[in-house]
């Protein structure tokens, strides 16, 4: 064992630190998916919906897109989707659009999204949908997490817990 | 770590080395901050990793006996009917678990559920294990935060070795803070 002094320990430590804060800064960067970035890794994205019907979120730029990520064991998720429903209905002409991206079983979303009357798409994502909310701010990967993307198609909000009808009204408003 | 002989001289070296102490400890302030203010964070409540809010634990007992115990967070709570435990190998065989009797929550989407606050400690029964023995505790788990999240259904696994028959319990194993979740 090498002996070092108490001011060489501190230099190795500050050092050391010095290394894992510039690490973390650099995946900031590498996760540019922060309010304001491009919302590149989710507009990229495509998956299927219960009947394994792949569909693209590409297909939904230009529009102000909701991207909820939600569970069907997941009471508060359930909770804010009948609001998401009626907002859909009326505010989709004027080029809003709700996406879910369930974190569960194929069958089980189906019968909710049919029971709910669900009128935008329930896509079904796996792990790699719950890594992906973390690059978003989802930093303990719980749900609901709710990610809104602007017609520029950058990330304008992001949301861990359920959204208030006021508030994706007063974001709307400046978005739409 | 041994301190030198103060000998001449050494009380202005001692004052640079405190300024340059000072300086590195401001240095490493700085470096932390990074650190903090680099991942991106969502607006709502500050909340707790999984892992963290159901912290897991287990000891053995006895040699026929593993008490597992979940400290669940203040504001948290975890459902009773999505906990599941297995043991491997097979020789140390789980019998039906043990489960406290926990509270009655009224939920508008699922109905009376059971849920556990605070500690919950539950007993598993193992056939057939042998003091020295190395037993393999899987434990699924799935709860939620007062503020209005839900945590995807976790499995955390740990290691346990079963003590000498009246010889005391053993001493607890927490679960690695690394969790496997799984879904679909």
């Known amino acids: 064992m090498i002996h ?25 960067l590498e996760s540019s998916e922060a309010i304001g970035q491009p919302a ?3 507009l990229g994205l ?28 997941c009471a508060p998720c359930r909770e804010e989707m009948p609001m998401f429903t009626r907002l859909q209905q009326e505010l989709g002409p004027k080029g809003v659009q709700f996406v879910g991206i369930a974190v569960d079983q ?49 990330v304008a909000h992001t949301q861990l817990g359920p959204l208030k009808e006021q508030q994706l009204s007063d974001i709307f408003a400046k978005l739409l | 770590m041994a301190q030198p002989i103060t000998s001449p001289g050494s009380q202005r070296k001692r004052g640079r080395s405190e300024r340059s102490r000072r300086g590195l400890v401001a240095l490493l302030a700085i470096s932390a901050s990074f650190g903090f203010a680099g991942l991106p964070q969502a607006a709502g409540p500050k909340l707790l990793p999984a892992e963290e809010a159901f912290r897991l634990s287990a000891r053995a007992l006895d040699p026929g006996t593993l008490e597992i115990r979940y400290d669940v967070a203040d504001g948290y709570y ?10 491997e190998p097979a020789i140390a065989e789980g019998v039906d678990p043990q489960l406290p009797a926990g509270k009655v929550h009224e939920d508008e989407f699922f109905g009376k559920t059971t849920i556990y606050r605070g500690p ?27 503020a209005g999240v839900c945590y995807p259904p976790q499995r955390q696994t740990l ?16 679960a690695a803070p690394r969790r496997k979740s799984y879904f679909n």
């Open chain 2, 120 to 146: 919950a400690v539950i007993r598993l029964p193992l056939k057939g294990g042998k003091p020295g023995d190395k037993v393999v505790l899987t434990a699924d788990s799935q709860g939620c935060a007062d």
């Open chain 1, 4 to 28: 070092l002094s108490n001011r060489w320990w501190m230099v190795v430590a500050a050092l050391l630190a010095l290394g894992a804060g510039a690490w973390f800064a650099w995946s900031k």
């Open chain 1, 40 to 42: 590149t890794s989710l």
């Open chain 2, 78 to 87: 975890l459902y009773r009917d999505k906990l599941r435990f297995a043991v």
């Open chain 2, 159 to 174: 290691t346990v070795v079963l003590p000498a028959a009246g010889g005391g319990a053993g001493v607890p194993v927490e």
């Open chain 1, 106 to 154: 194929p069958d089980k979303v189906r019968q909710f999204a049919s029971d709910l009357g669900l009128n935008y798409p329930a896509l079904i994502g796996g792990y790699g949908a719950m890594e992906l909310s973390k690059s978003l701010g989802n930093s303990i990967m719980a749900l609901p997490f709710t990610v809104i993307v602007d017609r520029g198609g950058r």
């Open chain 1, 46 to 73: 495509s998956l299927p919906d219960p009947d394994g019907k792949e569909l693209a979120l590409s297909q939904w730029k230009g529009k102000v897109l909701v991207v909820n990520f939600w569970a069907t064991w």
